[in-house]
């Protein structure tokens, strides 16, 4: 059974989602502080945190990142949960490395329907038999049915995201994605929606992978492009 970390400082809210949970067959622990939901959450390892944006005495946004950066948690997927409106605290919160979002007021129906779509996508479950589980280029191999990821045979931890944005690549090899392709394909939102949120995610996840990120390249104007750094363009001398 999924547990669910669900850190709310309002509780009668937080109370209602924890009922919410309850009755949907998760299993549940809250808290109302972010202090008390990274003890929880390296306690606990949580299927999925159901996180605030404001909280007494850290931000939403803070919690996320201390999430990313720990090797145990930084995969674990996050949905924040805002009462701001405002595209650009939507996106902050992703490029924080949350995986959803809903504004408040919310229906907890919908909240549990993006939870279940998060947990389906999150890759700790396992691909079928017949899906082609490890993929490889340029000294980075993703092994699905593991969840594993390494770089030149040196273990990697990423989040849930960034775990998601590398298969895509790397299941579309020198395939040219565009920025609305991996929106909508990686983090499941409206091609239309105006985000560097792909650009500050290929960036990190460049970063992560070191020098084996090369293989990554840059298509300007458009998106992205994954292929071995070996093939290049042969030399015109
Ligand atoms: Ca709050």
Known sequence: MSLLLIVEDEPD???LVEHT????GYEYAGCGTGREALALARRLRPALVILDLMLPDMSGIAVCQQL???PELAGTPVMMLTARTAESDRVQGLEAGADDYLSKPF???ELMLRVKAILRR???VAPPAAVCTALQCNGIALDEAQHTVTVEGAPLYLTALEFRL???LLLRQGEVQSRQTL?????GMSPDLQTRTVDTHVKRLRERLGAAGAAIHTVRGFGYCLRSATEVEPSRD
Not at 21 to 24: E, K
Not at 183 to 187: I, K, P
């Open 13 to 15: 809210l937080r109370e």
């Open 21 to 24: 949970a309850d009755a949907h």
């Open 68 to 70: 990313r950066a720990d």
């Open 107 to 109: 229906s907890v129906r």
């Open 122 to 124: 999150a890759p700790a």
């Open 166 to 168: 590398l298969r895509t």
């Open 183 to 187: 929106l909508e394909d990686v983090w």
